[in-house]
């Protein structure tokens, strides 16, 4: 046991246990000291703090390494530059764009835009619902002698309250239903392409491609399952719907940090990405030797170098000049010369 | 991926003098399954104002790849098989490190999709024992699919070379470039 306490990553664990603490503070102010708590969703609770620890600890060993602690450095600093109003406008640009819509998925295929779409925008409002709900942020409540209106509290404050029966109750009470309705049929729409893509089918692995899918799944299902017994069943396969709900949302969250949803977090440096291209144009490109046409920022080309010496790389070349300088077409070309240099030496062209 | 009469083991040989420039690997490349109808195969001509020499370049499957090791959302694995698997659609944020990085020229960025895409020979046709599209159609047989032996056969003079000198770094790879026999290592600059 302690022999595995020393090989953990001290900064990251470090990190883990403050998020950690701060969920669990958060929890108790909330919930005004657990008074709006609901006991029965502690299983939740502790499969969420335990996420916000691993997420926090593998997403701070993330960073770490040499490329990516290389953007995360880059961005902010380009953030925070004198260019600040440019770049936090083009940064809510990309929000929109890029985690909201998930252009770049569109561009991959429009099936699996859709079917991304409607699992990931599933996943939103559901956690939008539970997070808050599990953590004691949210109740509802009567008021005393008004049995007809439900009064919904946030921290503890009255934020409004809709009339039992109305739409605005149907919406709020059913809205865990359309979350799972919309991840259901977007998990369906992946199934499909996995089980037809004959380039999926070569590459895709079980742990990683489709346990987050059956996962998805059974969620969504037992979810469903939950308002189907009490709307339909009289409550008579609750204790198995509600048991099996939560077994697969707590795997959700064990899984959370490790497997394919990390991605989720991962998503963020993307928008880095762009703005770290966006200034390295304007500062300027490098151009090849051999193509003599620009090809990438001379920034990324200078970062590049020494992030591959970082990891091991050293692409100096004897004049103390550097191989990363030359484009991908003129990489190429020089390897082709080289040896064609080669042949011309062995005496013939082919062998 | 061993052959299947001779148990002896597939590797891909490449010997860019006999490519003519046809394209056809191009084509063939775009029906590979696992690159979505996109040819991942590089064939252009290497100085053209001075030659009509032409190369072609496919994913030489480094045994440290630069590519994956670059990469800042870990997009790219390499398997135990040692084929280096394009980037994962789900981690790759389009940052282009590993079309930089690469030493042979090989990973393809697209803006739109923001996402890396490269040759990983046919796995696809490749893991099951079948030949990549490339080397199915290349009429020079520039790019070839088969057993040592039989390449052996095929070009006496020459003999399959996978280590490669850029600057201070020597990079081993899983695929072969045909050279004239007594050389063990290519020094491409």
Redesign the interface.
Known sequence: MLKHLHSLNRKAAVNGLIATALTIALVFIGSRNLQNFDPALIGYLAGTVFAVFGVTYRYSVWIQRPATQLYWKRSLQFLFSKSFITYSLLGLKLVFQNLLIQKFIFKRGTTRWIGHMLFAMGCLLGFAITLPLTFGWIHFEFKPGDTMNYYAHFFGFEMGGFELGSLMAFMAFHGLVFAAIMVTAGVVMIIRRRLTDGGLIATQTFEFDWIPLFLLLGIALTGIGIAFDYTYLQGRTYQFMAIFHAMTVILFLLYLPYGKFFHIFQRLAQLGAILYRTEGQKRGMAICPHTKEPFASQLHIDDLKQVSRDMGFDFTLEDGSNYLDLSPEGKRSTLAKAHMKVREEGGGFFG | MPDNTSGEPMEFFI????CIGCNACEMACAE?????QESMI?I?Y??RPFSV?T?V?VCMHCEEP?CA??????AITLGADGIV?TAK???C?????C?????????KK?D????MMKC?MC??RT??GKKPMCATVCPSQALYFGTRTEIAEK????IPVNH?G????NVKTKVN???????SF????
């Open positions: 010997d860019m003098q006999r590979c399954e696992t690159n979505g590089h252009h290497v100085d020499q190369t370049q630069a090791n670059v990469c800042p959302a870990d698997h659609t789900s981690h944020i389009g940052c282009s490190n079309v930089l990085a690469c030493p042979f020229g090989v990973p697209s739109t999709k923001e996402l990983n796995y696809d893991s099951v070009r006496p003079n020459s490669f850029f600057g201070n770094e470039i045909m050279m004239p026999k007594g050389y290519l020094k491409v600059k």
